[in-house]
T-cell receptor, first 113, second 116 residues
Framework: ETGVTQTPRHLVMGMTNKKSLKCEQH?????MYWYKQSAKKPLELMFV???????ENNSVPSRFSPECPNSSHLFLHLHTLQPEDSALYLC????????????FGPGTRLTVT | AQSVAQPEDQVNVAEGNPLTVKCTYS??????LFWYVQYPNRGLQFLLK??????LVKGSYGFEAEFNKSQTCFHLKKPSALVCDSALYFC??????????????FGTGTKLQVIP
């Protein structure tokens, strides 16, 4: 266990549905991240929060909406997704600072039908 | 723009033999370099990092990596491979700027298969 949990682990949703992914870290970190992992592609950074403030939005479509109510929780709200959004969504956390490694959750496997 | 290249999609090695997983990077200024491993149905797990100092870095599970600035590479190595080392390995780079947030860039990953 890395101290980062994600729920649900698997999600199947239609293109018109609205769902949310949840991430929680128990490590006392101040930075949290959302990544998208697709087969044969580099890990794609989506959003970064530092001390609850969004510091990076990597040109992510508006159908993905992040929320960080506190330093321990991170949400990714999903609506009107496309089939190409099917992927493994990984949450990570780290101490603030460039030299620190990230701690990843197990991911949510999302399938859009 | 910074980038990471992992030139091999897959590396096969016999159990007990030494293994190398290659990584080259491009970044402005000095780099922070990381290796992560991903087992099936799991998130990425940190193995080791180079920040500064000794070019040879030792990490978890007997892995090590050597920072080579002139060749801009950071290859992952292990003297004797185990079957349980079979997994997906990711190299990552971050610019070591002193001010402001700097994003981490990951490679595409290399699948390591250790053959019994």
């Amino acid at each position: 266990e890395t101290g980062v949990t994600q729920t649900p682990r698997h999600l199947v949703m239609g293109m018109t549905n609205k769902k949310s992914l949840k991430c929680e870290q128990h490590l006392g970190h101040n930075a949290m991240y959302w990544y998208k992992q697709s087969a044969k592609k580099p890990l794609e950074l989506m959003f970064v929060y530092n001390f609850k403030e969004q510091t990076e939005n990597n040109s992510v479509p508006s159908r993905f909406s992040p929320e960080c109510p506190n330093s321990s929780h991170l949400f990714l709200h999903l609506h009107t997704l496309q089939p190409e959004d099917s992927a493994l969504y990984l949450c990570a956390s780290s101490p603030s600072g460039l030299a620190y490694e990230q701690y990843f959750g197990p991911g949510t496997r999302l399938t859009v039908t | 723009a910074q980038s990471v290249a992992q030139p091999e999609d897959q590396v096969n090695v016999a159990e007990g033999n030494p293994l190398t997983v290659k990584c080259t990077y491009s970044v402005s200024g000095n780099p922070y370099l990381f290796w992560y491993v991903q087992y099936p149905n799991r998130g990425l797990q940190f193995l080791l990092k180079y920040i500064t100092g000794d070019n040879l870095v030792k990490g978890s599970y007997g892995f090590e990596a050597e920072f080579n600035k002139s060749q801009t590479c950071f290859h992952l190595k292990k003297p004797s491979a185990l079957v349980c080392d079979s997994a997906l390995y990711f190299c990552a780079v971050r610019a070591a700027y002193s001010g402001g947030y700097q994003k981490v860039t990951f490679g595409t990953g290399t699948k390591l298969q250790v053959i019994p």
